[in-house]
């Protein structure tokens, strides 16, 4: 496809579970970053990755929370040990290139619901 | 470390009117600045940046938006509202130099009405 793509689009889970979550960037996209967004609120930069860089994970929450991305191509976003607190929509991003001036084009987004 | 200022929860307008979605920043150095619109239940769609050059930047479906150094804004305007426009905006900066991270403001619920 020519967007970004996310999978599941909603995931429901028992409070304690862990959870993947799973990002597949535009085709030549160096850059991809995970978001988290809840309910009625802006965005919340989680981790970013460039190429084969160190990524960036200074937006991550607590240590129940990991992401890896093999080379410049899918990334898993994963959230062990769930809380309700982490109910939120998870959104990726891809970009090309480093510099600050390209746009980031969005997937629709993972609802995790945690109950 | 950078800022993004969206003062305004929700702007209400009639169709057939102006629009201007406020946004306003604090970055070191230069700014490259961005506005973002989220339809119910997706992501978010890219309207348009300003990097350099002309102060007026034109983008997708209609929208504009003028970039301010001396007030550090970039609010989002469009002439004449459609009811289509209604949805979520967001405004986003990136420092330059500073590698791709976008800071972004809490968002405004744009409602066009009939």
């Known amino acids: 496809g020519a967007g970004v793509s996310q999978s599941p689009s909603n995931k429901v889970t028992e409070k304690g579970k862990d959870v993947e979550l799973r990002c597949d960037p535009i085709s030549g996209h160096t850059a991809l970053y995970w978001y988290r967004q809840r309910l009625g609120q802006g965005l919340e930069f989680l981790i970013y990755f460039q190429g084969n860089s160190a990524p960036d994970k200074s937006g991550l929450p607590s240590d129940r929370f990991s992401a890896e991305r093999t080379g410049e191509s899918v990334s898993t976003l994963t959230i062990q040990r769930t809380q309700q607190e982490d109910s939120a929509v998870y959104l990726c991003?891809?970009?090309?290139?480093?510099?600050?001036?390209?746009?980031?084009?969005f997937g629709d987004g993972t609802r995790l619901s945690i109950l | 470390a950078q800022s993004v200022a969206q003062p305004e929860d929700q702007v209400n307008v009639a169709e057939g009117n102006p629009l201007t979605v406020k946004c306003t920043y604090s970055v070191s150095g230069n700014p490259y600045l961005f506005w973002y619109v989220q339809y119910p239940n997706r992501g978010l769609q890219f309207l348009l940046k300003?990097?350099?050059?002309?102060?007026l930047v034109k983008g997708s479906y209609g929208f504009e938006a003028e970039f301010n150094k001396s007030q550090t804004s970039f609010h989002l305007k469009k002439p004449s509202a459609l009811v289509s426009d209604s949805a979520l905006y967001f405004c986003?900066?990136?420092?330059?130099?500073?590698?791709?991270?976008?800071?972004f403001g809490g968002g405004t619920r744009l409602m066009v009405k009939p």
């Open positions: 986003a900066v990136s420092p330059v130099g500073a590698g791709n991270m976008l800071t």
């Open positions: 991003a891809s970009s090309l290139g480093q510099g600050g001036n390209q746009p980031q084009h």
């Open positions: 300003y990097i350099t050059g002309d102060n």
